[in-house]
């Protein structure tokens, strides 16, 4: 399907209703530029550990929005100026001038796919994506297919090596596998492939729950061998108690420094006894607060590996 992308210059005080007015035409896929400072909580949910220099908040807003080539533009950009003009009784919302900042026909949701090519993250394991044809391969190869879809994973980040890094060494037939921000399932899934008796994967994306069964299913990984489970493991509850305590022999965890320092206090619980704790997503900068974090709860250190300007850590309970 092909898009045009059509901006909007509004104030940060109209973004959320203009969002909603958006949201009601049915136009999806909006995008939202501002500097407003972003909380601790957004921060948790993005994949980022350094955040952007923003500058001073000057009160403007871009909304970006994409409406598909096949659909009447004309109808649609007339009904989003109407909701625009009833909006502006109950907030600035700026001059309403809408542009067209891209007029070629693109696929925006899948045209990167276009770039993402097979690729080793190791000597022995190739990541295919699924819409690709791999030309090359050796006898014993492991090929991982997949599709991140909108979740978060595609294999390609030194994080995620360094976390097959671990997995490659300490994965064995009677593994029981814990990965703490699955995203497409990338770990849990190579994880089985090399041998893990079961994964069990979390995520804090509803959306990410699709990715992670279906790149499952394309590798013949059933439901019974990888189970996921959507929601937070540091601060939710009911979610702790459904992954199970003092049971898997490792858990990964490919996230960032500030969700791990708080993730170590907690992921303990679920572990066996001389289980392992494979940490990524870590910047350097970080480094130190990790370590002592991970150490303070209960872990010895026995690796630290680094890739570019990232750390992983494994850790014994």
Request: aromatic share 6%.
């Amino acid at each position: 399907m092909k898009w045009t992308k059509f901006s909007l210059e509004t104030t940060t005080q109209a973004v959320d209703l203009v969002s909603n007015m958006l949201d009601e035409l049915g136009i999806e896929g909006i995008e939202i530029e501002d500097k407003v400072p972003i909380t601790e909580e957004e921060k948790k949910e993005m994949f980022i550990d350094i955040l952007p220099e923003l500058g001073e908040d000057d009160g403007k807003a871009t909304i970006s929005f994409y409406i598909s080539n096949d659909e009447d533009k004309d109808s649609i950009l007339s009904s989003v100026k109407e909701g625009l003009v009833e909006l502006a009784d109950f907030v600035e919302v700026g001059n309403m001038e809408i542009t067209v900042s891209e007029t070629e026909d693109k696929d925006w949701i899948n045209n990167w796919k276009q770039y993402w090519k097979p690729f080793r993250v190791a000597d022995d394991i190739i990541i295919k994506p699924t819409w690709e044809t791999l030309e090359e391969k050796n006898d014993n190869d492991l090929v991982i297919e997949i599709d991140p879809g909108t979740a978060f994973g595609t294999g390609s980040h030194e994080t995620t090596r360094l976390c097959i890094q671990g997995l490659r060494k300490y994965i064995t037939d009677e593994t029981v596998l814990l990965d703490v921000g699955s995203g497409s399932g990338i770990l849990s899934i190579i994880g089985l492939k090399l041998g893990a008796k079961s994964a069990l994967g979390t995520d804090i994306d509803p959306n990410a729950i699709h990715a992670m069964y279906e790149n499952a299913k394309v590798n013949g990984i059933t439901e019974e061998e990888f189970t996921v489970k959507i929601g937070n493991i540091i601060d939710d509850q009911t979610l702790q108690e459904e992954v199970g305590m003092e049971k898997y022999d490792i858990v990964v965890a490919n996230i960032l420094a500030d969700v791990i320092i708080p993730l170590s206090s907690k992921v303990g619980q679920h572990m066996k006894k001389g289980g392992l704790y494979i940490t990524s997503g870590i910047i350097y900068m970080k480094r130190d607060e990790v370590k002592e974090a991970i150490e303070k709860n209960g872990f010895t250190i026995v690796e630290e590996n680094e890739m570019g300007e990232w750390v992983s850590f494994v850790a014994r309970k």
